[in-house]
């Protein structure tokens, strides 16, 4: 009877070594996600400040020319033709610009932005400062991804002269290369789970060792 009553169970010694695995495993496993998704929104955020100060940036020019020269200038003409940055730059975006009058009649923009942009809607122009909040996300019938903003020209005490600017930048690969890291990270996170349990279980069998042999002594 004593030596019963000192025997334990081995029910209760894998349902321990089942907790202890699970929870080791749930430890790992979060730890892993949050450093995957400490990355993903850092390279997420980082892209879309480029991307923002890319076309704010390109308004201020835009104004800035608009301000200093006439509307058919060369200088402003080239600006809207080029629709690449150099390689050099280390950076490679399409962008595509449009400056229009007050009857919406188009007085430049870049080759090819009827066909890029078939039935783009720009979001209202703006008339002071513009950040992020002034950008919007538009899909073309081909699939391809574009922020657009829109803005007037600078403030002039004539308004009847003032320009609006539209600017969309090709966006696509930076969508594909965060989607394909969505899903790199996805297959990271399913292995690292199946890793971890395994883990779990080596850490909580060694853990368990020395009661399963207290256990096995008080059955002899």
């Known amino acids: 009877m004593g030596l019963e009553g000192t025997r334990l169970p081995t029910v209760r010694h894998w349902s321990i070594t089942t907790r202890l695995t699970f929870l080791y495993g749930i430890y790992a496993f979060a730890l ?5 998704n400490i990355v993903y929104w850092s390279m997420l955020s980082n892209i879309q400040t480029v991307e923002w100060k890319f076309l704010t940036n390109k308004v201020f020019i835009f104004r800035t020319i608009l301000a200093e020269h006439a509307a058919d200038s060369g200088t402003l003409k080239q600006e809207v033709e080029w629709e690449k940055i150099p390689p050099h730059s280390g950076q490679y975006y399409a962008y595509y610009s449009r400056i229009s009058d007050l ?9 090819g932005f009827d066909e890029a942009l078939t039935n783009v809607v720009f979001p209202q ?7 992020e909040s002034s950008i919007e996300r538009w899909k073309s019938v081909e699939g391809k991804s574009y922020l657009l903003i829109s803005a007037w020209s600078k403030e002039s005490k004539n308004r ?3 320009k609006t600017i539209d600017v969309a930048l090709d ?3 930076e969508d594909i290369l965060v989607d394909q890291y969505e899903r790199q990270m996805a297959v990271v996170l399913i ?7 395994s883990l779990g279980y080596v850490v909580a069998r060694r853990g ?5 042999e207290i256990a096995q002594a008080a059955e002899h």
């Open 32 to 36: 892993l996600a949050l450093a995957s």
């Open 103 to 111: 009857s919406k009649k188009v007085i430049l923009q870049t080759p």
């Open 125 to 131: 122009p703006v008339r002071g400062d513009v950040d």
């Open 160 to 162: 009847a002269t003032d």
């Open 171 to 173: 966006v696509t690969q």
């Open 191 to 197: 292995i690292g789970l199946m890793l971890a349990v």
């Open 208 to 212: 368990m060792r020395p009661l399963t």
